[in-house]
Nanobody, 123 residues
Framework: QVQLVESGGGLVQAGGSLRLSCAASGRTFSTYNMAWFRQAPGKERESVAAMIWISRITYHATYGDSVKGRFTISRDNVNNTLYLQMNSLKPEDTAVYYC?????????????WGQGTQVTVSS
């Protein structure tokens, strides 16, 4: 069982930056696929970024087209924390951001979800 708790959301002006954090419980965090998703009101949930376990502590990072070059996903396996650095924020980035964890080898399947953190970007 993995529990995920996001933090770091808030209100920021367009062009600004935020860093989201996701604290994870569990002893095998380093081997989990981890990802960030977001959902804006009236829209479907969107994949933002993911770190897919390859081997030991090697991961493959992927990004949604709308955030490439602006967002960076990273993880601290010592402190069981996933991060999302968001730069050059736009009003269309406004959404609830969710952290998710999935077992290695099951790419695209996320079994555990956080409660979400609100990000609001004003124009």
């Amino acid at each position: 069982q993995v529990q995920l708790v996001e933090s770091g959301g808030g209100l920021v002006q367009a062009g600004g930056s935020l860093r989201l954090s996701c604290a994870a419980s569990g002893r095998t965090f380093s081997t989990y696929n981890m990802a960030w998703f977001r959902q804006a009101p009236g829209k479907e949930r969107e994949s933002v970024a993911a770190m897919i376990w390859i081997s030991r502590i090697t991961y493959h990072a992927t990004y949604g087209d709308s955030v490439k070059g602006r967002f960076t996903i990273s993880r601290d396996n010592v402190n069981n924390t996933l991060y999302l650095q968001m730069n050059s924020l736009k009003p269309e980035d406004t959404a609830v951001y969710y952290c998710a964890a999935g077992r290695k080898g099951a790419q695209g399947i996320y079994d555990y979800w956080g409660q979400g953190t609100q990000v609001t970007v004003s124009s």
